[in-house]
């Protein structure tokens, strides 16, 4: 029997339409909520069957949602600032939780590459909203990896290398695209960073990167560490790149499940 049912609406909020996907267990063990937040080029199909496997690992319901300007979510209308991310954490990601979560269910955010910094902003402006903040290969900083990463995306974009693109984000995907690597190699974001936002982190968190990741090094996770006030691991793998859940799928799974298993004991420990 499948242990899963999903809802896939999508939720007008003021002029914005975002699409979402509602993953439900059988039984799940209490009703805390698994919210999954994609990568810059990310959508809901791209986390393949990641959300659906963390979600019966764990037997807690989840939420994976595309934001503006990606899948079946409304188009970007404004070009980007340098506090695009900071727009997603805490003006867009609020309204959705907010409409769909109810105020006494904690959250634990797994957040990929864009959507691990998201999931950092979210949870050090929110901690109250927070259980745990998981998250792969997030950036606190603009690395001079990251630019030199992008550079041979815009290639391959270029010459049609990642067409693939198109089947999740339709007419969209110029525009996403070109809104991510342009803001990225942008001047004025060469010094971004959100380590000042996030000094308030006061969750438990887990930070994962893998050592071949083309966009960040491990400075990215011992600046996330420095910013924590509260039980950190950080996990740096060998082999690895840039989409740990997909190509380590079960170390990561089982990572997961470790360390918010740890977590509740230490929380039951204190109270």
Same mark, same amino acid.
């Given at each position: 029997m499948d242990p899963f049912f999903y809802i896939m609406p999508l939720l007008q909020i003021d002029q914005l339409t975002?699409?979402?996907?509602?993953?439900?267990?059988?039984?799940?063990?209490?009703?805390?909520?698994?919210?999954?937040?994609?990568?810059?080029? +990310?959508?809901?199909?791209?986390?393949?069957?990641?959300?659906?496997?963390?979600?019966?690992?764990?037997?807690?319901? +989840?939420?994976v949602y595309e934001r503006q300007g990606h899948g079946?979510?409304?188009?970007?209308?404004?070009?980007?600032?340098?506090?695009?991310?900071?727009?997603?954490?805490?003006?867009?990601?609020?309204?959705?939780?907010?409409?769909?979560?109810?105020?006494?269910?904690?959250l634990i955010l797994i957040g990929h590459s864009d959507g691990g910094s998201i999931a950092l902003l979210y949870a050090a402006k929110y901690p109250e909203r927070v259980s745990a903040c998981i998250t792969m290969a997030a950036h606190v900083i603009n690395e001079p990896e990251t630019i030199s990463g992008i550079d041979p995306a815009v290639e391959a974009y270029q010459n049609r290398k990642l067409d693939k693109l198109i089947a999740f984000h339709g007419e969209k995907t110029d525009r996403l695209f070109y809104a991510w690597a342009d803001t990225w190699r942008r001047d004025s974001f060469k010094s971004w960073s959100i380590c000042e936002d996030i000094t308030t982190l006061n969750v438990p968190a887990m930070a994962i990167q893998g050592k071949?990741?083309?966009? +960040?090094?491990?400075?990215?996770?011992?600046?996330?560490?420095?910013?924590?006030?509260?039980?950190?691991?950080?996990?740096?793998?060998? +082999?690895?790149?840039?989409?740990?859940?997909?190509?380590k799928a079960n170390e990561i799974l089982n990572l997961i499940y470790q360390f918010v298993s740890r977590t509740e004991q230490s929380t039951a420990h204190v109270g």
């Open positions: 975002l699409h979402y996907q509602s993953i439900r267990v059988e039984n799940p063990v209490d009703d805390r909520l698994l919210f999954f937040l994609h990568e810059a080029l +990310g959508s809901i199909p791209q986390w393949r069957n990641f959300p659906e496997e963390c979600c019966k690992r764990l037997r807690l319901n +989840g939420i079946k979510s409304s188009s970007l209308i404004e070009e980007r600032t340098d506090r695009y991310l900071h727009d997603y954490a805490l003006k867009e990601l609020p309204l959705l939780i907010n409409e769909l979560v109810p105020p006494a269910t904690k071949n990741d083309q966009y +960040g090094t491990e400075r990215q996770l011992d600046l996330i560490q420095k910013s924590s006030t509260s039980i950190f691991e950080k996990q740096f793998l060998t +082999g690895c790149g840039h989409h740990p859940h997909l190509e």
